[in-house]
Nanobody, 127 residues
């Protein structure tokens, strides 16, 4: 079972930038997906960006061109660089992980596919 710990959240004004990190420990598998999800008060948890073990990435339409997901294999750490932040980006940001059944499977955007979750880090964007 992989353990995930997020860090780097905080408060920023609209238009600002933040980078959140997710440190992974334990066996992540050779064919995995990792993702960033967020949840605002009273709303469903939604996918923001995903990256697979081959470094293929995909983004929610709401963050395309503003957010960048990446990972550093040497540090077992995944990042989410968030630029041009908007108040609607406010929420608890979670990193998540699951092992794909087959290496070339496309990563799922469903939160139910992910079996490992971090505790979350708060991102607040003020107008």
């Amino acid at each position: 079972q992989v353990q995930l710990v997020e860090s780097g959240g905080g408060s920023v004004q609209s238009g600002g930038s933040l980078r959140v990190s997710c440190a992974a420990s334990g066996y992540t598998g050779s064919a995995y997906c990792m993702g960033w999800f967020r949840q605002a008060p009273g709303k469903e948890r939604e996918g923001v960006a995903v990256i697979d073990s081959g470094s293929a990435t995909s983004y929610a339409d709401s963050v395309k061109g503003r957010f960048t997901i990446s990972r550093d294999n040497a540090k077992n750490t995944m990042y989410l660089q968030m630029n041009s932040l908007k108040p609607e980006d406010t929420g608890m940001y979670y990193c998540a992980h699951y092992v794909r059944a087959f290496y070339y499977d496309t990563c799922s955007w469903s939160k139910f596919a992910y079996t490992g979750w971090g505790q979350g880090t708060q991102v607040t964007v003020s107008s």
